[in-house]
């Protein structure tokens, strides 16, 4: 059996879970099992509280990869694909493809919540305003 591969537990298809490893601060952890869909086991790395800033990934697939309390200053993504991605934080000069979305998405949360425009006054009156419907 020398120089073979263990058989690849088979799991049916649209069942993803998820078996975590030990966690340690600022490593990369053993890796976890990622069981998917279509029967594949794949290694699973768990990155907590480390630093990879001035990094270079280059081809790298970040598919059903998830990203929670991340930092992202000064970054630049080229040739990226971004299919069904879902962001929640604070935006600030975000660029994509030339286009400063930073205030068409203010534009829009405040739409949503015409409220969201009181607590950003200009001058006295709008101080009145925000203290009123407090």
Known sequence: M???EPPVPRVPAGVLRLLRAPRFAGTAVAPALLWAGGGRVTAVTDYLRADLSHSRFEEVDF???RFQNVYFRDTVIRGAWLQRVEIDGY????TINGVDVGPLIEAELDRRDPDRVLVRPTDAE???RAWDAS
């Open 2 to 4: 020398s120089g073979q």
């Open 63 to 65: 598919s059903l990869s």
């Open 91 to 94: 935006i600030d000069e975000v």
């Open 126 to 128: 709008g101080f009145r």
